[in-house]
């Protein structure tokens, strides 16, 4: 078995995950032993400046220029900390997986720009602090070969959750909310996965702005409130949801300037309702995405992470709309809900090292399979 370390900051902007691993094997026969797992903090300072890089009207490149490095250097003080607790030495960690931070996310071409994304974070930077090699820049390969380079997490999905006996949705609630259908017995070419539409992300900016608080911790708020029919409805019309697949999306379309313009509109409804409104929204939209590949959802389990799995009344609300199916989280099959993309990450770096494609054609859109990533060797 080898060491292995995945790092994973998300939309939310929430904190970095990093995971120290065990791992063996490749594709479905990965094996995963988790050593260790922390969400470390992001500053204020800092979260502040990269939510400014997030909007060209605030972007700078200085700022571009200096995140990409810094955002390593703290991946990297957090990497030895993690180490240091489990007194494990740089030398014996294989690689070091990093997903990076998405900056902007470009999954389709439009009249002024090419299909592209960026993610700040530099592998070298990262593998020449830690002394360990690492592979970084996942999604561009995918997007060369005309994907959308997301979502990538799909292949660790069927890795390690594909089952010959029962059919599994993994739903991954995060700022963006994703789905990957593994019907039983499903081959990797039959994999389906997309994003659904926001996850946390409206209900965080709602509740930043109305409570002065990151989160509606357990949904909480929402379970006090009413749903605010014409909110929802409007919600509803978005034409994302049922566009069919496949599909990313991301802050450009569901940050701040959206979420901002909804609540100036319905600012005088009472503050719980409007985040009980919100959070039905988002239920609604992981139900339509579900339902968009496969309208008979019975004998499915739907198995949830990310930190949306922490919100009880959010996967309350998705058992209601789809009662035919069954709702877990991946702290069923004893894998931490906030781990598990980090953890992907790892099995996408394995898979790089050896060589070997790890982007799922039928999720990505991609005309070929690829070995993701660009390596950073050190050693
Ligand atoms: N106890 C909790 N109750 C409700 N929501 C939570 C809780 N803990 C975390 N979350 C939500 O999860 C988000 C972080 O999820 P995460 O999977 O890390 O997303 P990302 O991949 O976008 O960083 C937080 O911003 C918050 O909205
Ligand atoms: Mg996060």
């Keep these: 078995m080898k060491i292995a370390i995945g790092i994973m ?14 791992i063996k094997g490749t594709f479905t026969d990965s094996q995963i032993e988790v050593i260790d797992f ?39 003080k957090y990497v030895k900390t993690i180490l240091r607790a489990n007194n494990i030495e740089a030398n014996d960690v294989s690689f070091v997986a990093s997903h990076g931070q998405t900056i902007y996310h470009i999954p389709v071409k439009t009249t002024t720009e090419v299909a592209s994304t960026l993610q700040l974070g530099d592998g070298s930077v990262l593998a020449n602090i830690l002394k360990i090699n690492t592979i970084s820049n996942f999604r561009t390969a995918d997007i060369a070969l005309g994907g959308q380079g997301a979502p990538l997490v799909p292949y660790a999905d069927f890795c390690l959750f594909k089952s010959d006996k029962t059919n599994r949705i993994m739903l991954n609630i995060g700022g963006i909310s994703n789905i990957t259908y593994l019907k039983k017995g499903a081959k990797l070419d039959d994999v389906i996965a997309f994003d659904t539409g926001p996850g946390n992300m409206i209900i965080n900016y709602f509740v930043e702005k109305l409570y002065q608080i990151p989160y509606d911790n357990q949904g909480l708020i929402a379970r006090s409130g009413k749903i605010v029919e014409p909110l929802l409805k409007e919600l509803l019309a978005d034409s994302y949801l049922q566009q069919l697949p496949p599909k990313t999306t991301g802050r450009e379309r569901y940050g701040d300037f959206y979420a901002e313009q909804l609540l100036n509109k319905y600012q005088n409804c009472p503050k719980e309702d409007l985040v009980a409104t919100v959070t039905h929204f988002t239920a609604e939209a992981i139900k339509t995405g579900c339902k968009l590949v496969a309208s008979d959802l019975t004998d499915f389990e739907l198995i949830a992470s990310g930190g949306g799995a922490h919100n009880l009344y959010l996967l309350e609300i998705i058992q209601k709309l789809m009662p035919e199916l069954k709702v877990l989280t991946t702290a069923d099959f004893k894998m931490d809900v906030d781990a598990k993309e980090a953890i992907a990450f790892t099995i996408l770096g394995n898979e790089t090292l050896r060589g070997k494609p790890s982007n799922v054609k039928s999720a990505t859109g991609a005309r070929e399979p690829v070995i993701l990533g660009q390596i950073s060797f050190v050693k």
């Excluded at 900051?9 to 065990?22: I, M």
């Design 9 to 22: 900051s998300g939309t939310s902007l929430d904190g970095v995950d990093v995971v120290v691993v065990k």
């Design 38 to 76: 922390k969400t470390f903090p992001i500053n204020r300072e800092m979260k502040a400046r990269i939510k400014a890089q997030f909007l060209p009207a605030t972007s700078d490149i200085k700022s571009l220029t200096s995140l990409n490095f810094e955002i390593s250097q703290l991946y990297a």
